[in-house]
């Protein structure tokens, strides 16, 4: 008897869901139930400030997807509207917790010899200092509160800190995703130099060091909201941003497959 060849699980990824828009939680409703069973989907941050929805949305593509691999950006830990006595650390921890309880995982996944691993991140101003008026208008000056004593190299540190925690021992094949850039070159040159504002908020040098480190060949990133797939010095980067309503011309409004394992 001829049986069927075993059907290969797709890697698929997304970033910058931003739940809060109702039209984006829809295309999340939307999703079909039947087609991506046995797959995979990385969720590079940037999902929701509010734990509600977080849930709620990380219910929904649980019971979609075989995994959901998820890694917080920086609106998944504003504070806003939240006890002054409450730090966006206490949100982080609040999420690590609430993404395992709704079937998702912020944990590093194998199969077989390949590793899919987050990399926690933050911006550490590698990428330029920060001007008075990005001050002025980046929401998370705002939106994030940290300990008293934190700089913001301290709160880059906390994160990336963790992530040589991470073992790639056996692996074949390693994929690393981030919701933060890991270099300041995935922005295309293309980009008006209006928007230049914002390249000290968008990522850090020190996580490329470490995806490097690691040994990954493929790196998804989100946050800039600019959807982009190039190969730099052995690694392709990819990012696959939902984005807010509107931004179709640099996003695309679908997920898209990076592999098969």
């Known amino acids: 008897m001829l049986h069927a060849p075993a059907m290969a699980t797709r890697v698929f990824a997304v970033s910058d869901i931003h739940v809060d828009f109702d039209v984006n939680f829809q295309w999340v409703r939307q999703l079909s139930r039947a087609d991506y069973r046995d797959d995979v989907l990385i969720l590079a941050g940037d999902v929701t400030h509010k ?39 206490h949100k982080f921890e609040e999420v690590v917790a609430l993404v395992e309880r709704n079937g998702a995982s912020m944990q590093p996944y194998r199969r077989g010899e390949v590793l899919i691993a987050p990399m926690l991140s933050w911006y550490d101003y590698s990428f330029g200092e920060p001007s ?33 925690q991470i073992s790639s021992q056996g692996a074949g094949k390693i994929i690393t995703f981030s919701h933060f850039l890991p270099r300041i070159d995935l922005i295309p040159a293309q980009v008006p130099s209006r928007h230049r504002l914002l390249d000290p908020v968008l990522g850090s040098s020190r996580l490329d060091r470490q995806i490097r480190q690691l040994g990954s060949s493929i790196h998804v990133y989100g946050h800039s909201h600019i959807n982009r797939r190039i190969a730099i010095d052995g690694v392709t980067y990819i990012n696959n941003a939902l984005g807010y309503p509107g931004e179709e011309r640099i996003t695309k409004r679908q997920l898209l497959c990076i592999d098969e394992l």
């Open 51 to 89: 734990p509600a929805e977080l849930a709620s949305c990380l219910h929904e593509l649980a019971s979609r997807f075989a995994n959901v691999l998820f890694v917080p950006g920086n609106h998944d830990v504003w504070v806003l509207g939240e006890a002054p006595q409450r730090t966006s650390l």
């Open 132 to 164: 008075a008026e990005l001050y002025h208008l980046w929401m998370d000056f705002h939106a994030c509160r940290w300990p008293a004593d934190f700089t913001p190299k301290d709160v880059a540190n906390y994160f990336m800190d963790r992530n040589p």
